[in-house]
């Protein structure tokens, strides 16, 4: 007596018929679509043993039903992405939701190498210069107006230039009489000492240390020959073309400070009223 080989499910013979071996028991077609078979996300119909089956996030699909919700290419072997739970092909995602070149209109695909500044954003290769027409990728630039420019081509064409030397002031620097200069440029005209940070004065235009110009230009004090600045706050007194320090300016017997009191000139001297009447 041959044995019997059945259906697990309906108990029909299969003899002579195709069957699929599931979970160490054989079945006919029809029982294993209806027990085994995924049904498809879109057409909610099953998907049968013999058809192609796609799967995306806990979803199953037939073939066919795998589309783009927008123009309804088939995704089955397109790149593809989700927006709210509908399939989407590249074009239309980018078309909908990615960003335009500002530069050159087109769009700028996921996963391209792109730039993004002030809201507007760019290929890579479109954020160029706005000089020399050089990409500038990820190096420094500066922004004006509308324009960009790489740090070399701004300074050719906008940073201000060193009176004396001529060359870029990139930072920094110091500006006399509305001119610009390089701090290390910037020098007495006499001993040429950094002015930088110093107080310093001026003569026909020409910047001076305080020490070069009171030793060049400044008047003598009749007592003591140094120079008379005036700088800092520093008094002195002047008297028929002498002039004296404040500090100097005493009685040339006693030394008393004549400074606010009455004095008498006698020849090169200076006297106070006691001194005066010894005479």
Known sequence: MTERFDCDNCKESLYGRKY????DNPYCIPCYDSLFANTCDECKELIGHDARELFYEDRHYHEHCFRCFRCDR???DEPF???DDALLCNDCYCNEFSSKCVA???TVMPGTRKLEYGGSTWHEGCFICNSCEQPIGSKSFIPDKDDHYCVPCYENKFAPRCTRCKQVL???GVTYRDEPWHK???LCTGCKVQLAGQHFTSRDDSPYCLKCFGNLYAKKCEACSKPITGFGGGKYISFEERQWHQTCFTCSRCSVSLVG?????ERDEILCRDCNSNL
């Open 20 to 23: 699929i071996q599931a979970e």
């Open 74 to 76: 088939s995704l089955a």
């Open 81 to 83: 992405t989700s927006q």
């Open 184 to 186: 290390e440029c910037f």
């Open 104 to 106: 050159c209109d087109k």
């Open 170 to 172: 990139a930072k920094g």
């Open 261 to 265: 009191a009455g004095f008498f000139p």
